[in-house]
């Protein structure tokens, strides 16, 4: 089909009123533009579909001149990708620089590039030659745009799996995991010396659908439900994103960098999957998406950070049929490559619970124990060697996380230690 006939602005306008009967403009709200298909509209096409989720930020997993070009003088602020496979040429500060020129500044200021992240989930892979490249690459793309003076308007970041922590639960009581402390302080340093944010990805509905029997759903879809209190704050948290998020502000704290800020980076629902894949239905990512999207339009905090600004993109703007790995992986989308909704969103209609996201210890609603009922908040780290505990479920979803964004041997490489484990 040649989409660029069968688009208009018009019609996708259209659609795109079907999602969202009472478009709300939230000016937090992200969506990760990823195009591992083959049957996507035209990037011009897809401007007005951006627009009427109310989103005014785009992350690509890459630098696409035809997705920049076609985003120019709309105001749309971009965040762009620098692939893992390119870490190892960025040491280099010539071809950053290059790289930089081509990719980023030829754009500027017609696009609104705001950032680069440099790697996705690279100290997660335990490849220890990647895991060495990342800063250098950090700082030679830095050193490019500071050498061009263009690193007032552009960061440079890198993006974090929620396996890099080793402690989760209670959210007061989050850690990194040990092994990663030294890499993550100097990281953490280049964050605090530019001003960029932590890039975290997180999917409470991994933990759903590893275990759904103990995992309340209402908890991590933002229903009205009991919640639990965090004893070492008495904050209440009436949602798992939040309580992830708050417990990687504990552990940016415990190093000594607690006023940087968070972003996520990803997070998302699919709206299908295979029989095994517990809560992957359209009215699920219906409530996810759509109670999220309402949060962020009150402007309102996590209970730790109640004040701050919550940057958060939600994953994914289209189905991507060419996605390897299970059903879900290729039905993240908001939208389907028609231009279609995926399922309708409907803002007005949602009953979101009030108040306990944003919390404090006046909530006197009870709280789970801290005991087996909350073992689906803890992540601990994320182990193949021999003689040390493996925590397969990290891993798995490490790979969900990963697989498909880019096809290289890094993505290889951990799907082939996923199925030397035996996960299925």
């Known amino acids: 089909m040649d989409f660029s006939n069968f688009f208009s602005h018009a019609s996708l306008l259209l659609v795109a009123a079907c999602l969202l009967p009472n478009p709300i403009l939230v000016g937090s709200i992200g969506v990760n533009y990823g195009q591992i298909a083959d049957n996507l509209p035209p990037p011009e096409d897809v401007v007005p579909l951006v ?136 990281t953490l340093s280049f964050h605090q010396k530019t001003g960029s944010a932590f890039l975290i990805n997180a999917y409470p509905y991994f933990a759903y659908e590893a275990n759904p029997k103990q995992v309340p759903l209402d908890f991590v879809l933002f229903q009205p439900n009991q919640g639990l209190t965090d004893p070492g704050t008495n904050l209440h948290y009436d949602n798992m994103l939040y309580a992830q998020i708050d417990a990687v502000y504990s552990a940016l704290a415990s190093l000594g960098y607690d006023k940087l800020q968070v972003q996520i980076s990803e997070t998302g629902w699919p709206s299908k999957g295979d029989e095994n894949e517990a809560g992957a239905t359209p009215e699920n990512a219906k409530k996810y998406n759509g109670n999220l999207i309402k949060l962020m339009s009150g402007k309102t905090g996590t209970p730790m950070r109640p004040n701050s600004d919550l940057n958060i993109y939600i994953f994914a703007l289209f189905n991507e049929n060419l996605k390897p790995g299970p059903t879900s992986e290729r039905n993240y989308g908001l939208f389907k490559p028609d231009g279609t909704p995926a399922y309708t969103l409907g803002i007005s209609g949602i009953n979101v619970v009030d108040g306990g996201s944003a919390g404090n210890g006046g909530v006197t609603t009870p709280s789970y124990s801290t005991g087996s009922s909350t073992d689906y908040l803890l992540i601990s780290s994320a182990r193949v060697s021999s003689g040390e505990d493996v925590n397969y479920r990290a891993i798995y979803e490490e790979a969900y996380n990963r697989y498909g964004y880019k096809e290289n041997k890094t993505a290889a490489s951990l799907l082939g230690k996923i199925k030397a484990i035996g996960i299925q």
């Open 51 to 186: 627009k009427s989720i109310g989103a005014t930020k785009v992350k690509l997993y890459d630098a696409d001149p035809r997705v920049l070009d076609a985003f120019a003088n709309t105001g749309i602020e971009f965040m762009v990708g620098l692939g893992n496979e390119y870490l190892d040429k960025m040491r280099d500060p010539a071809k950053a620089q290059a790289w930089v020129k081509q990719n980023v500044q030829s754009h500027l200021p017609a696009t609104n590039i705001t950032s680069i992240f440099v790697g996705n989930e690279v100290l997660t892979l335990d490849d220890s030659s990647m895991s060495g490249d990342l800063l250098p690459a950090m700082q030679s793309v830095h050193a490019a745009l500071v050498s061009l003076g263009l690193d007032k308007q552009v960061t440079v970041t890198t993006t974090h799996s929620l396996a890099i922590l080793q402690t989760s639960y209670p959210p007061s009581a989050g850690s990194f995991r040990v092994d990663l402390t030294d890499c993550l302080s100097q």
